[in-house]
C-alpha cells in the first residue's frame, strides 16, 4: 500500500489554464503538506494543514489554493498557470503532537510542465 | 530565518568506501532533523530522523549525528555501494511549526 500518494505524476498544460493535484496519505497522520522543488532542486514548503486547518502559509501566490476535504486528502488547486509554476510538487505527511515524532513522509510528486 | 547548508553540492567516491555527508543550519532552536535521499525523477525517502534531544540515530549502514550547539549534522554512510548513489537531502524542522526547511543536497555517486 502507497503510504502517500499523488495524481497525476506528470502534468503538461498551457499558461492561464487551471489545474488541480491531489494527494491522499493512508498513514493516519492529522497534518498534510505541499513542497515545491524548483528548476535547482530546492525544495520549499508552501502550505501545512492540521487537522483540515491550514497552518502555514508560506507568501504562496493566492492563484495556489490548497483544499482539504478531510484528514487523509490535501488538494492544490492552482489558477492561471505561469510558466514560472513549472516544478515539481511534492505532498507529505506527519503525525505532530505529544509523544509524536513529527517525521515526514513524501509522495512522489506531480511534475508540472506550463508551456 | 533558518538556513540550511549541504557541503559538497556533489561527491564521487569508489565503492567500498566509508564516507561524509556534512549539513550545517543558522538556528540551533531545532524540533528535529531529518535525512532523506531522492532518486533521480522520485520522490524522497526518509533515511533517519533525529529528534532535537538525541546526538545521534542509526539505520543498518547508516548513522546521523546532530550537534545543535553547533549547527552541524552528519550523515555517516558505511562500506558505499553503487545502489547508495542519490542525492542525499538534510531537513530541519523548526519548533512550533512543522514545517522543513532544506539543504540543496549532496549529489552522491558511487563508482564501482
Known amino acids: 500500500d502507497t503510504a502517500v500518494s499523488q495524481t497525476p505524476k506528470y502534468l503538461v498544460t498551457q499558461m492561464g489554464n487551471d489545474k488541480s493535484i491531489k494527494c491522499e496519505q493512508n498513514?493516519?497522520?492529522?497534518?498534510m503538506y505541499w513542497y515545491k522543488q524548483d528548476s535547482k532542486k530546492f525544495l520549499k514548503i508552501m502550505f501545512s494543514y492540521n487537522n483540515k486547518e491550514l497552518i502555514i502559509n508560506e507568501t504562496v501566490p493566492n492563484r495556489f489554493s490548497p483544499k482539504s476535504p478531510d484528514k487523509a486528502h490535501l488538494n492544490l488547486h492552482i489558477n492561471s498557470l505561469e510558466l514560472g509554476d513549472s516544478a515539481v510538487y511534492f505532498c507529505?505527511?506527519?503525525?505532530?503532537?505529544?509523544?509524536?515524532?513529527?517525521?515526514?513522509?513524501f509522495g512522489p510528486g506531480t511534475r508540472l510542465t506550463v508551456t | 530565518k533558518q538556513e540550511v547548508t549541504q557541503i559538497p553540492a556533489a561527491l564521487s567516491v569508489p565503492e567500498g568506501e566509508n564516507l561524509v555527508l556534512n549539513c550545517s543550519f543558522t538556528?540551533?532552536?531545532?524540533?528535529?532533523l531529518q535525512w532523506f535521499r531522492q532518486d533521480p525523477g522520485k520522490g524522497l525517502t526518509s533515511l533517519l530522523l533525529?529528534?532535537?534531544?538525541?546526538r545521534e540515530q542509526t539505520s543498518g549502514r547508516l548513522n546521523a549525528s546532530l550537534d545543535k550547539s553547533s549547527g552541524r549534522s552528519t550523515l555517516y554512510i558505511a562500506a558505499s555501494q553503487p545502489g547508495d548513489s542519490a542525492t542525499y537531502l538534510c531537513?530541519?524542522?523548526?519548533?512550533?511549526?512543522?514545517?522543513?526547511?532544506f539543504g540543496q543536497g549532496t549529489r552522491l555517486t558511487i563508482n564501482p
Open positions: 533525529i529528534q532535537s534531544s538525541q
Open positions: 538556528d540551533s532552536a531545532i524540533y528535529n
Open positions: 507529505a505527511s506527519s503525525q505532530v503532537g505529544y509523544r509524536s515524532s513529527y517525521e515526514q513522509y
Open positions: 531537513a530541519v524542522g523548526g519548533q512550533g511549526a512543522q514545517k522543513l526547511v
Open positions: 498513514l493516519g497522520h492529522d497534518t
